[in-house]
């Protein structure tokens, strides 16, 4: 909201200064509401423009249907009839082709009867040269054909052709004295054709707008064929509605509305594939003067495209007039645009060059930054490595504590009950048993597997997956399994004591009650059974869980 400062005593300023608000926003939505939006019709355009050659690969099928239905003519008759249509197919297509089929048509004169094949022939004729720009060639064969014999059919497209010719004359005319003369004999020819055409027909009604545009009645001609057109489907009809309707709103000075329905007559020419048309030209001028200098370069390019590809050279004339100086326009612009480009080249380069020396410097405080995490991560995985270490430890420590407890406690029980056997074999006199009692090492072997057997059992309890683990670091036929109701055997139980930390060979001989060459031996062949490195063997015993 704007801040309004008013004096509150001086009412009549603030009731003008409101209703003038009132009218500007009035205004502005009534505008809002009259005033087409061009833009997403400007969008079509360009499309359609794109798509030329689907459009034209549609025409040219069109054509080949054509020729497909003439090999199957079987009179002369169906013959010039397929040639008109081929004809009215390619007369604002490719002015050469029409040529062609008119010198087709021609042949056939001599086995047709009546004259309205050759007058028909001759006004094709005409159509051709005044696209081409063959004006008097154009009158002089008007002028040759007499009207009164002539079919309603034929009379119309003769005045048609009058009206045309005496239009293009004007336009070229080189002073105001011809030109005036050109636009009487168009208006008269004209009239002669309101006089024929049915008034219901939309030919006539396309006629009237244009007679009612010529003599100052633009809002009757919009009246008369703004409904038809704003409706309209039919691509060939729209053209001309389209543009006629954009001659109203020229003379009127609408502006918006003019390119509006340049911009429909432009579309339907070009969807229709017509390559000599006059509304994408005019629209290319209109833009031009808004400042839209890219579009009117891009539109008067394909205009002159269309126009030379038909070799419809009134129209290749007219757009040749306009394009050099739109070209200068669009060179100006481009060299403003390359300008503009140079220094923004420049300022990117010199903030490329600032942005460079900052990711220089950033990627290497990252560099630091990185190396900082990967030391710390080492050290985080240092001591996890170190505290699962230590929690094994401690587990280890607390079941062999426990089983060391109750090893002792039932090695007490039974020193005493073995001292107790001792004393009652001495009080008896019993010197012999007693003596082979001390001598025997029946206790102490007992007592030895006993001891391993629960060695076995705790350390499985720990590591219950030792023997498989173990088995999988070495050769498939050198894997080692303890025998049936064993445990551990020799082997496995010499690295068990390694997994637990004891790595000492005469330490592990003396558990084992084994010489230390032994032990040594064990490890070194087994060693040599390992899948991989031998000498990483041991320190993968260590890592079994």
Wanted: with cysteine.
């Amino acid at each position: 909201m704007l801040p309004l400062q008013l004096s509150c005593e001086d009412t009549n300023m603030k009731k003008l200064f409101y209703f003038v608000i009132i009218a500007c926003c009035l205004t502005g939505m009534l505008k809002a509401n009259t005033s087409p939006d061009n833009t997403k019709l400007l969008n079509q355009l360009d499309n359609t423009i794109k798509n030329r050659k689907k459009y034209r690969t549609e025409k040219e099928n069109q054509i080949n249907d054509l020729h497909s239905s003439l090999r199957q003519a079987s009179t002369d008759e169906e013959r010039f009839d397929i040639y008109s249509r081929l004809y009215d197919a390619c007369i604002a297509y490719q002015t050469d082709s029409a040529l062609r089929y008119i010198n087709e048509k021609s042949a056939l004169l001599s086995t047709l009867i009546g004259d309205r094949y050759y007058y028909d022939v001759e006004l094709n004729r005409v159509n051709v040269m005044i696209i081409t720009g063959m004006y008097k060639e154009a009158l002089d064969v008007l002028d040759s054909i007499p009207q009164k014999k002539l079919s309603e059919n034929l009379k119309e497209r003769y005045l048609h052709c009058y009206r045309t010719l005496y239009g293009r004359m004007a336009n070229h005319a080189v002073t105001k004295q011809e030109k005036d003369r050109y636009l009487d004999y168009t208006d008269n020819y004209r009239d002669s054709l309101l006089a024929i055409l049915p008034p219901d027909g939309t030919d006539y009604m396309i006629t009237k707008a244009d007679q009612l545009n010529i003599h100052g009645q633009y809002d009757e001609a919009i009246r008369l064929i703004k409904g038809m057109t704003d409706t309209c489907t039919n691509m060939e009809r729209m053209r001309f509605l389209a543009y006629t309707l954009s001659e109203s709103y020229h003379q009127k000075g609408d502006k918006e509305n003019r390119e509006h329905y340049l911009i429909l007559s432009a579309i339907a020419d070009l969807q229709y594939s017509i390559k000599e048309y006059i509304s994408l030209r005019e629209l290319t001028f209109l833009l031009y003067e808004e400042g839209d200098i890219d579009r009117a370069y891009e539109y008067m390019k394909c205009s002159l495209e269309d126009a030379t590809f038909c070799n419809a050279r009134s129209r290749t004339i007219e757009v040749s007039e306009i394009f050099p100086v739109i070209d200068k326009a669009y060179q100006l612009k481009s060299e403003r645009k390359q300008k503009i480009i140079y220094s923004l080249l420049w300022a990117i380069s010199i903030l490329a060059l600032c942005l460079i020396v900052t990711v220089i410097y950033i990627y290497r405080q990252i560099k630091k930054l990185a190396a900082v995490r990967r030391a710390v991560s080492d050290s985080n995985k240092q001591l996890q490595a170190l505290n699962q270490t230590l929690t094994e430890t401690n587990i280890i420590k607390e079941e062999y504590i426990a089983q060391y407890i109750s090893r002792c406690s039932v090695y007490i029980d039974k020193i005493d009950q073995y001292r107790k056997k001792l004393i009652r074999l001495a009080s008896t006199s019993k010197l012999e048993e007693l003596y082979k009692t001390i001598k025997s090492d029946k206790l102490i072997d007992d007592e030895r597997k006993e001891f391993y057997k629960e060695f076995d059992h705790t350390f499985l309890g720990i590591f219950p997956d030792f023997v498989k683990s173990f088995n999988e670091l070495l050769n498939e036929n050198d894997r080692i399994y303890p025998k049936n109701g064993e445990l551990l055997n020799t082997e496995l139980r010499i690295f068990a004591l390694i997994r637990l930390g004891i790595t000492d060979s005469t330490r592990i001989a003396e558990f084992l009650q084994y010489s230390v060459t032994t032990i040594y031996n064990y490890r070194s062949k087994i060693r040599n059974k390992a899948a991989g490195d031998k000498n990483e063997f041991e320190s993968k015993i260590m890592m079994i869980k």
